[in-house]
T-cell receptor, first 114, second 111 residues
Framework: DTAVSQTPKYLVTQMGNDKSIKCEQN?????MYWYKQDSKKFLKIMFS???????INETVPNRFSPKSPDKAHLNLHINSLELGDSAVYFC?????????????FGPGTRLLVL | GQNIDQPTEMTATEGAIVQINCTYQ??????LFWYQQHAGEAPTFLSY????GLEEKGRFSSFLSRSKGYSYLLLKELQMKDSASYLC????????????FGAGTQVVVTP
């Protein structure tokens, strides 16, 4: 199936641990994003990469480090997890230069930090 | 910063029409999107407006007035499956500009 996929879907971990979330898209898009959706359902942009280059870097703690090995993948590594990091993390992708540049979202990774 | 306001919740009956308003204050406006998000699922794209006017797509229509910083999403012939959160999002900047989302409007469709 053509889609944006994320692993894992659920992640439960202790405070202080380091964890990674992976995202892959097979839509042939050149731009990928990470969003965080908190308990109040606010969806906020964290990072964006275009052709493996970082183009959007919002005010995010430097414990969060995105990595894009190629334009189909964008991973998110989080160091020293804190309680406030508990949220749903969505990956998205789009194709630049199409006019709409509609962003398509992955299924989300539900992170719970205990 | 960007301010995007939409009502928190709306309730309507199956078969009825509901209009979800969204107002925004932004600089560098480059399009407005509506997404639907069912509980526990990913947001899915519904509509896009960049010019003033109405865009119709089946039971869903979206309107934009850039001078007023205003958009609405119109849902017609409501079905139970339309119960979801509807997110208004404004794109700022260039073609890969970030989307700024509103908090979402929870629509509850009752029999």
């Amino acid at each position: 199936d053509t889609a944006v996929s994320q692993t894992p879907k659920y992640l439960v971990t202790q405070m202080g641990n380091d964890k990674s979330i992976k995202c892959e898209q097979n839509l042939g898009h050149d731009t990928m994003y990470w969003y965080k959706q908190d308990s109040k359902k606010f969806l906020k942009i964290m990072f964006s990469y275009n052709n493996k280059e970082l183009i959007i870097n919002e005010t995010v703690p430097n414990r969060f480090s995105p990595k894009s090995p190629d334009k189909a993948h964008l991973n998110l590594h989080i160091n020293s997890l804190e309680l406030g990091d508990s949220a749903v993390y969505f990956c998205a992708s789009s194709q630049a230069g199409t006019g709409k540049e509609t962003q398509y979202f992955g299924p989300g990774t539900r992170l719970l930090v205990l | 910063g960007q301010n995007i306001d939409q009502p928190t919740e709306m309730t309507a009956t199956e078969g009825a029409i509901v209009q979800i308003n969204c107002t925004y204050q932004t600089s560098g406006f480059n399009g407005l999107f509506w997404y639907q998000q069912h509980a526990g699922e990913a947001p899915t794209f519904l509509s896009y407006n960049v010019l003033d006017g109405l865009e119709e797509k089946g039971r869903f229509s979206s309107f934009l007035s850039r001078s007023k910083g205003y958009s609405y999403l119109l849902l017609k012939e409501l079905q139970m499956k339309d119960s979801a959160s509807y997110l208004c999002a404004v794109r700022v900047g260039d073609s890969w500009g970030k989307l700024q989302f509103g908090a979402g409007t929870q629509v509850v469709v009752t029999p």
